[in-house]
T-cell receptor, first 112, second 110 residues
Framework: DARVTQTPRDKVTEMGQEVTMRCQPI?????VFWYRQTMMQGLELLAY????????DSGMPKDRFSAEMPDATLATLKIQPSEPRDSAVYFC??????????FGDGTRLSIL | AQRVTQPEKLLSVFKGAPVELKCNYS??????LFWYVQYSRQRLQLLLR??SRESIKGFTADLNKGETSFHLKKPFAQEEDSAMYYC????????????FGKGTTLSVSS
């Protein structure tokens, strides 16, 4: 059963530190999505890629967040510098064209 | 603008009772609608897709274009159904992102 793999599963760090979250999409999928889940806002789209090209990152605070796909097997989401309000669960999902997206287990991020 | 509305943040029912989780959407074209479920501290999993017209774990959902709704229903709730349920849509373009509602927590007690 193919799965989207996210690392780390949990991350606790201090305000101001750089945070890097990684995602390995399902082999063969050509779309990758980053979502943020909080109690207040629910699931928000941060960025997504199609065939490794960024299509939409309008949901992402540009001054501190960046998303990249260095190759087809790796997507990264970086926060620098991190702030307490960034504390959330970050989900990566991958898909193939208009097929349903498959989600990873998420990274639970706590910024102290 | 595309939007998904789940009016109930929490729905509490007793085991064996019918369940209906409401979802309304706004989109001018022909969207594709989904229900995702998230059990405690787990990943989101696809539960239903409207074009499949299937029943999963006893749940069904019918797309009502006139009312722009895609409510999730189950005739007899079970305790293991307790989870967060998200309604989502994709605009009718290949490979675009899901737009989620804010989710409804279903709590089923005995």
């Amino acid at each position: 059963d193919a799965r989207v793999t996210q690392t780390p599963r949990d991350k606790v760090t201090e305000m101001g530190q750089e945070v890097t979250m990684r995602c390995q999409p399902i082999l063969g999928h050509n779309t990758v999505f980053w979502y943020r889940q909080t109690m207040m806002q629910g699931l928000e789209l941060l960025a997504y890629f199609r065939n490794r090209a960024p299509l939409d990152d309008s949901g992402m605070p540009k001054d501190r967040f960046s998303a990249e796909m260095p190759d087809a097997t790796l997507a990264t989401l970086k926060i620098q510098p991190s702030e307490p309000r960034d504390s959330a669960v970050y989900f990566c999902a991958s898909g193939l064209d208009n097929q349903p997206q498959h989600f990873g287990d998420g990274t639970r991020l706590s910024i102290l | 603008a595309q939007r998904v509305t789940q009016p109930e943040k929490l729905l509490s029912v007793f085991k064996g009772a019918p369940v209906e989780l409401k979802c309304n959407y706004s989109y001018s074209g022909s969207p594709e609608l989904f229900w995702y479920v998230q059990y405690s501290r787990q990943r989101l999993q696809l539960l239903l897709r409207h074009i499949s017209r299937e029943s999963i774990k006893g749940f069904t959902a019918d797309l009502n274009k006139g009312e722009t709704s895609f409510h999730l229903k189950k005739p007899f709730a079970q305790e293991e159904d307790s989870a967060m349920y998200y309604c989502a849509l994709i605009a009718n373009q290949a490979g675009t992102a899901l737009i989620f509602g804010k989710g409804t927590t279903l709590s089923v007690s005995s």
